[in-house]
């Protein structure tokens, strides 16, 4: 028997791992608000579910980090960020409601 361990998994790996998944939540993040954006103003679709995703996964992110004690500096403009995108698809499509209405009326 070996009383070696075989490393997997170095702190570059972790890392690296780290900032690929931070790039695909970015993605989808804001995937899902262009997308609420659309379904608002161009199908005129509730977007409450997108929302609900979006805040969803900001709340369980930052609950995570909290209980592990790894929230840094700047996790205040992490959240306000994740809530504007949150906003974001509500007010697009409330403007492109009136816009849109204001167009009809002509």
């Known amino acids: 028997m ?3 361990q075989s ?9 690296v791992i780290g900032v690929s998944s931070r790039w695909a939540f970015v993605f989808l993040y804001f995937g899902i608000c ?6 608002a103003t161009v199908l005129h679709q509730n977007t409450l579910d997108l929302i609900a995703l979006v805040l969803g996964s900001l709340i369980i992110s930052t609950i995570y980090q909290a209980r ?3 929230l840094g500096k700047t996790w205040v403009k992490a959240a306000l960020f994740g ?10 499509g409330v403007v492109f409601k ?3 209405s204001m167009i ?3």
Not at 7 to 15: C, F, I, K, L, N
Not at 34 to 39: L, P, S
Not at 83 to 92: I, S
Request: charged letters at 25%; aromatic letters at 6%; one cysteine or more.
């Open 98 to 100: 009136v816009v849109s």
């Open 83 to 92: 809530a504007l995108c949150g906003v974001l698809p509500v007010v697009f």
């Open 7 to 15: 490393v997997e998994q170095d702190e570059r790996a972790v890392a």
């Open 34 to 39: 262009i997308d609420g954006a659309y379904r």
């Open 104 to 106: 009809q009326a002509r």
């Open 2 to 4: 070996s009383t070696r």
């Open 68 to 70: 592990h004690k790894v």
